[in-house]
């Protein structure tokens, strides 16, 4: 199996055209650029006090959005949450402000939809990057372009889609 990884799957969130939609399925991510702002957060540093880790991200989301593109993605909520996700639920409202739609997933609904354990970005309906991790990082994504399976994960959106909540609401 080939894994898109570096500039060309930064590339993925630059080429495509309408909807950019992720399914996140961790309850702990290991990012490297996330370790610092993480260990500030659990000091009791305020999450928005310095999101410049995160600006580039927030930078390319506000572009695309503004140029009428969609980022959106329903993030799986363990039950009760870990400690990373309750990390996340204090950066979210950044994602948000930069355009993209967040919606969230109580674990034990997704696990009774048989949704994957594994995170995946849908880009226009047409392509699929289903992400692989190591213990410490991103380890790359496997590109999906299958019509059959692309439709499997369209079918997975929309049930994650219609059983997730606002993230506005979740709070």
Request: aromatic share 12%; glycine share 4%; no cysteine.
């Amino acid at each position: 199996m080939s894994l898109v990884r570096g500039e060309d799957f930064a590339n993925l969130f630059r080429q495509f055209s309408h909807t950019a939609w992720r399914w996140e399925a961790q309850g702990t991510y290991h990012q490297p650029g996330e370790v610092e702002p993480w260990q500030r957060w659990r000091e009791g540093i305020p999450v928005l006090a310095d999101l410049e880790w995160l600006r580039p991200w927030l930078d390319d989301v506000r572009t695309a959005t503004q140029a009428g593109k969609r980022f959106e993605r329903v993030r799986m909520m363990t039950e009760p949450p870990t400690e990373y996700l309750r990390w996340q639920l204090e950066v979210t409202p950044a994602n948000i402000e930069a355009g993209e739609v967040m919606r969230i997933l109580p674990e034990s609904v997704a696990r009774n939809l048989g949704l994957p354990d594994q995170d995946f970005w849908l880009f226009d309906d047409e392509r699929v990057a289903v992400l692989h991790f190591t213990v410490d990082d991103l380890k790359g994504a496997e590109i999906i372009t299958d019509a059959s399976a692309v439709s499997q994960y369209r079918s997975w959106r929309d049930l994650a889609v219609r059983h997730s909540v606002p993230f506005e609401e979740y709070k």
